[in-house]
């Protein structure tokens, strides 16, 4: 099995590509016999035929180079995005890891606002709730900021009690 982006054996012609030539070489041989009988009898009936087979065969060969134009233009840009070697590939990645990180942030900011609002709630009424709502706080923030730097010290781990 051969992978997508493998560089072992150059890309050959597919079925499709083979049965386009067949397909051509028959459209090209109908033109000929046309002409060929319509030069022979000539009649109006055969140059009709003839000039109906030559609109077949433009409209045929429009398609054809035009499927195999943007078959290899989908190629290119398939095997740009597989080099590793390419650039651009490379330039997406940190796009995503960014917006990741974003929205990771944005969760822990979230997740502060929640706890600010249960410690204004139970502060005064349950003390257990406020101390886990501002260990949830530490922990979180600690969180963040080691996402913000980059930090390799790892996530703060806490208890979680119900």
């Known amino acids: 099995m051969q992978s997508v982006g493998s560089s072992e054996r150059p890309a050959g012609r597919g079925v499709s590509m083979r049965m386009g030539s067949i397909g051509m070489a028959i459209m090209l041989v109908v033109f000929l016999v046309a002409v060929v009988f319509a030069a022979n009898q000539n009649d109006v009936i055969g140059w009709l ?21 943007a078959a290899r233009k989908a190629a290119a840009r398939l095997q740009g995005h597989m080099d590793p070697k390419n650039g651009a590939s490379a330039a997406g990645a940190p796009a995503a890891a960014d917006r990741a990180r974003d929205l990771k942030l944005d969760h822990s900011f979230k997740i502060v606002q929640v706890q600010v609002g249960v410690v204004r709630e139970y502060l005064g009424k349950d003390e257990g709730m406020v101390e ?4 949830t706080i530490e922990i979180t923030s600690h969180n963040a900021r080691s996402m913000m730097k980059g930090s390799s010290e790892g996530p703060v781990e806490g208890t979680v009690v119900d």
């Open 49 to 69: 035929v003839v000039i109906i087979s030559l609109g077949w065969l433009l409209v045929f060969s429009f398609v054809v180079f035009s499927l195999r134009s």
């Open 132 to 135: 886990r709502a501002l260990e």
